[in-house]
């Protein structure tokens, strides 16, 4: 009962450490691509030394060789998913590529039934949707649907698919691997393909002398250190489709951070939804 507190309460954290990102990215002085290249790149030093004390403690290899599919599995996906999300971004509007990211939990469920079985509780289900429909009454001052953005709201939609695959592909390897083997691991593999990406989009790739390495490095420990750390402890002893609704906290927690840092202002809606989502999570936590 204590492991699954103190899990429910890293997701809860995690998902407060990656409600700073779409901030961060805000401030960053490079593109977004380039912006995720940096946000692994910062974090992997961090993530090694953490590994390489934990190796050290354990004297054991921090993975196997059958770990090596679900390694690469993990690193693609979340490499994917930032990609994806910044074309997003470019192409919508920003509520939108907030939005349709967070429909993640669907494909984490449809995953866990489809491929590994696992039962789903009428209960955990109006949960999701309660929480889903929370999301999209946070959001729906700002939506901007059909038209124009159609492209870059598919690219929302495909955001979730990757960042579904990454949720389950974690909590599978967590139920052998550490949380530093995974992020240091994964990292490995994400961090050059998010180099591409920049690459490909034609991005500077260096800031301007004193120009927004705060933002970055910020982003590195906070976001990426902090909050995905602290995801995949949690997804280690709780289901990944429970720990997907629980992560639609940071749609809620990154528009009061929003509001409080950038002045953006607070709605009714947004006290809506938010109390919607909140409603949701503990129903799905009930029937999870």
Known sequence: MKTGRLALACLLLGAVGIAFAPILVRLSPLGPSATAFYRLLLA???LALWLAWETRLRKQAPFQKGDVKGLLTAGVCFAADLAVWHWSVLLT???NATLFPNFAPIYVTLAGWILFRQGVRPLFILGMVLALGGAVLLMSGNLSLGGEH????????LTAVFYAGYIVAVGRLRQRLSTAAIMTM???VTTPLLLLAALASG???WPQPGQGWEALIALALVSHVGGQSLIAYGLAHLPASFGSVVLLLQPLVATLLAAGMLNEPLTLLVAAGGGVILAG????KRGS
């Open 44 to 46: 992997l030093p961090v």
């Open 93 to 95: 509007t920003i509520a």
């Open 150 to 157: 159609l492209a870059g709201d598919l690219l929302g939609q």
């Open 186 to 188: 994964s990292g490995l």
């Open 203 to 205: 991005e500077a790739l």
């Open 281 to 284: 999570i503990v129903l799905a």
